[in-house]
């Protein structure tokens, strides 16, 4: 069974700065998934990572998959108050794309 | 965006009363899903459809039912709504294959009182 953890729960930042929240797996894992909710909003698809090694870049938000320590991670890069949200990992398995979630990180930017 | 409407958006009921949230996509998307979100436990998966027809059950599908009977609907029933299922439900729909992801509806939030 597909386990999902995400650290930290609850991140402020300063605009500006540089920060990355981490997403750990407990099994093997066919695809990652980032996912980005406003609050009271429907959650938008950010990245989807397919493969060990892989990296993508959207703006001041990148991510990464390693597979060998079942590992992802979305990296922010000079903070901006836009980017206040909660951002959800989730894995899946298997050819039906059932999602397993983190809990989500509660990500607070401030001036 | 995937053209996905859920309904109602809102909704008060009983505890005891029977209540169906719809799903509707635009998209021809081959696989559905409901899923509740909770404080603290992200997004879990209640009910998925590969098919017109075909369901399987999530983790969390205790107290819930769902049907399927066109490509587009997708029903998800509380028979007999308990308190511990006051939650924000949201559909997803994705289409078959590997490179794919999910998009989710704009969810409906339910009190169960």
């Known amino acids: 069974e597909l386990k999902v953890e995400q650290n930290p729960l609850f991140l402020s930042m300063q605009e500006g700065k540089n920060y990355t929240i981490y997403c750990n797996y407990s099994t093997t894992s066919d695809r990652l998934y980032w996912y980005r909710q406003d609050p009271g909003k429907s959650l938008e698809s950010l990245f989807v990572l397919l493969s060990n090694g892989a990296v993508k870049q959207e703006g001041r938000l990148m991510a990464s998959l390693d597979t060998k320590a079942r590992l992802s991670t979305l990296h922010i890069t000079a903070a901006v108050h836009d980017l206040s949200a909660t951002y959800f990992c989730?894995?899946?398995?298997?050819?039906?794309?059932?999602?397993?979630f983190g809990t989500g990180t509660r990500l607070q930017v401030t001036l | 965006d995937a053209g996905i409407t859920q309904s109602p958006r809102h909704k008060v009921t009983e505890t005891g009363t029977p209540v169906t949230l719809r799903c509707h996509q635009t998209?021809?998307?081959?696989?559905m899903y409901w899923y509740r979100q909770d404080p603290g436990h992200g997004l879990r998966l209640i009910h998925y459809s590969y098919g017109v027809k075909d369901t399987d059950k999530g983790e969390v599908s205790d107290g819930y039912s769902v049907s399927r009977s066109k490509t587009e609907d997708f029903l998800l029933t509380l028979e007999s709504a308990t308190s511990s299922q006051t939650s924000v439900y949201f559909c997803?729909?994705?289409?078959?294959?590997?490179?794919?992801?999910?998009?989710f509806g704009q969810g409906t939030r339910l009190t169960v009182v």
């Open positions: 997803a729909t994705s289409r078959a294959g590997r490179n794919t992801e999910a998009f």
């Open positions: 998209e021809n998307h081959r696989y």
């Open positions: 989730a894995g899946d398995t298997g050819t039906a794309s059932k999602l397993t």
